[in-house]
């Protein structure tokens, strides 16, 4: 048997390293990843559902038998839009969000043009974010708007 040249023993010596996941200093940090803009695009959406019940919710106690039925609609709105977001934590949102006011500022009133002007502004702000979704999202976005432009028209006139 011949003896291994000092060559070989190193060569030899540099390949277990690499298999055995040596490396020659500390491991670089991982990437930062960038935020999906899909899901950045679900949680302004829950936001302004929430924003949007939480008006709701405001006049229900005035008359529920009328807005009750709009109301519901934007809870299956907000559901539907929770399913799709990814398993990343996501602060509880209250059954029923409650319309905060500014400290410095006399809480906003709610009324039916309110609702209804709220209603109308985000219906036209759907076919903006149609173009940053998935197609399944944006069939679901597309839904979320006709329905919210069925509301701006379909609102009682008073309660």
Do not use: N, W
């Not at 944006?138 to 006709?146: M, Y």
């Amino acid at each position: 048997m011949r003896p291994l040249s000092r060559r070989a023993v190193l060569a030899g010596g540099a390949a277990m390293a690499a298999l055995s996941g040596c490396t020659a200093g500390p491991p670089e940090p991982a990437a930062s990843k960038a935020p999906d803009p899909e899901q950045l695009l679900l949680r302004e959406l829950i936001a302004e559902k929430e924003r949007t019940i939480g008006l709701y919710a405001a006049l229900v106690g005035a008359d529920g038998a009328k807005l009750a039925p709009f109301k519901e609609r934007h809870e299956q709105h907000l559901a539907a839009l929770r399913e799709r977001l990814s398993a990343e934590p996501l602060p509880p949102a209250p059954a029923t969000p409650s319309v905060k006011p500014s400290p410095s500022k006399k809480p906003p009133k709610v009324s039916l043009t309110r609702l209804r002007d709220t209603e109308r502004k985000a219906a036209a702000m759907r076919a903006r974010q149609l173009g940053t979704a998935s197609p399944s999202l944006a069939q679901l976005i597309a839904s979320i708007g006709a329905c919210e432009a069925l509301h701006a028209v379909a609102l009682p006139r008073s309660l």
